[in-house]
């Protein structure tokens, strides 16, 4: 780890001083964007409720959690099940303290939510499938071709003439 760290310094120190700076930018700001992550204070559970700082729900009172996800395989963090029927995962605690979580909020230790899987690709069509739509296509364009020359014919040809002036 040491050794990656003086690695990127060093690679740091010989971009800026060959007068780029693109490099070292980006890396700098990478960094600065993890020491801010890793200052970030850790989620707080209590008797009041959750508070997770540098988060998206920032606080989240005892009574809009329903209960709490029992621990399951691939999980690695306690869910909370909220009344709206939505989770939200508190990312600093191990699932193995869901337990303890729930205890600490007067929470049932529910049954896990099953994990939502993506919706499967849709199937590719058949090429007997692409022949009949090719089919119903081609009926259609000469439906819709037949119609035009229908109109067409009801139309009146030629340029109208005026009348002589009198």
């Given at each position: 780890?040491?050794?990656?760290?003086?690695?990127?310094?060093?690679l740091?120190?010989?971009?800026?001083w060959?007068g780029?700076?693109g490099f070292a930018g980006?890396w700098?700001?990478y960094?600065?964007?993890?020491w801010i992550?890793?200052q970030?204070?850790?989620?707080?559970?209590?008797?009041?409720?959750i508070?997770?700082?540098?988060?998206?729900?920032?606080?989240v009172t005892?009574?809009e959690?329903?209960a709490?996800?029992a621990?399951q395989?691939g999980?690695?963090?306690v869910?909370l099940?909220?009344?709206?029927g939505?989770?939200l995962?508190?990312d600093d605690?191990?699932?193995?303290?869901?337990?303890e979580v729930?205890?600490l909020g007067?929470k049932e230790l529910?049954?896990?939510?099953p994990?939502?899987?993506?919706?499967p690709?849709?199937?590719e069509?058949?090429?007997?499938?692409r022949?009949?739509?090719?089919d119903?296509?081609?009926r259609?364009?000469?439906?819709?071709?037949a119609?035009?020359d229908?109109?067409a014919?009801?139309?009146?040809?030629?340029?109208?003439?005026r009348?002589?002036?009198?």
């Amino acid at each position: 780890m040491a050794l990656g760290a003086v690695a990127v310094l060093v690679l740091l120190v010989w971009d800026l001083w060959r007068g780029r700076g693109g490099f070292a930018g980006m890396w700098l700001i990478y960094f600065a964007g993890l020491w801010i992550y890793a200052q970030r204070s850790p989620t707080v559970v209590d008797a009041a409720g959750i508070r997770r700082p540098w988060r998206l729900r920032r606080s989240v009172t005892w009574a809009e959690v329903d209960a709490v996800a029992a621990p399951q395989l691939g999980v690695e963090q306690v869910r909370l099940v909220l009344t709206t029927g939505r989770t939200l995962t508190l990312d600093d605690i191990p699932a193995e303290h869901a337990a303890e979580v729930a205890a600490l909020g007067g929470k049932e230790l529910r049954r896990p939510v099953p994990l939502s899987l993506p919706r499967p690709a849709p199937r590719e069509p058949t090429d007997a499938q692409r022949a009949a739509d090719l089919d119903r296509r081609a009926r259609a364009l000469a439906d819709q071709r037949a119609e035009l020359d229908a109109q067409a014919q009801l139309r009146p040809r030629g340029i109208p003439r005026r009348p002589p002036p009198s």
